[in-house]
């Protein structure tokens, strides 16, 4: 059975950090990727990086959505048993529910329907 446990959510204020970390049990394929969603109040979940591990050059490599490029960042540990999102320069319009997923393979980065996991949620608020 695979479980996903996000944690590190909270409040902060505008221009702050927080750290995410998804620990990542039972997915035992040896093509995965874990990644990190959000979904704020009234909006569609959207998809901010991803990481993939397996064969291949782009194995640890974190991508990226356009919209945290340079101020979020991926890494990993054992391999994707655990994985974080340093969430750096926070802004009020970061609010919102984050979401770990994985899937075995790789791929559609940030396709939701390509994930077959999902963890519960984190909650992280920033205010002005």
């Known amino acids: 059975q695979v479980q996903l446990v996000e944690s590190g959510g909270g409040s902060v204020e505008a221009g702050g950090s927080l750290r995410l970390s998804c620990a990542v049990a039972?997915?035992?394929?040896?093509?995965?990727?874990v990644a990190w969603f959000r979904q704020a109040p009234g909006k569609e979940r959207e998809g901010m990086s991803a990481?993939?591990?397996?064969?291949?050059?782009?194995?640890?490599?974190?991508q990226y959505d356009d919209s945290v490029k340079g101020r979020f960042t991926t890494s990993q540990d054992n391999g994707g048993d655990t994985v974080y999102l340093q969430m750096n320069s926070l802004k009020p319009e970061d609010t919102a529910m984050y979401y770990c997923?994985?899937?075995?393979?790789?791929?559609?980065?940030?396709?939701?329907?390509?994930?077959?996991?999902w963890g519960q949620g984190t909650q992280v608020t920033v205010s002005s």
């Open positions: 997923a994985a899937k075995a393979g790789g791929g559609d980065w940030f396709g939701l329907n390509s994930y077959h996991y």
């Open positions: 039972g997915l035992t394929a040896a093509v995965k990727t």
């Open positions: 990481m993939y591990f397996g064969l291949g050059f782009s194995s640890g490599i974190p």
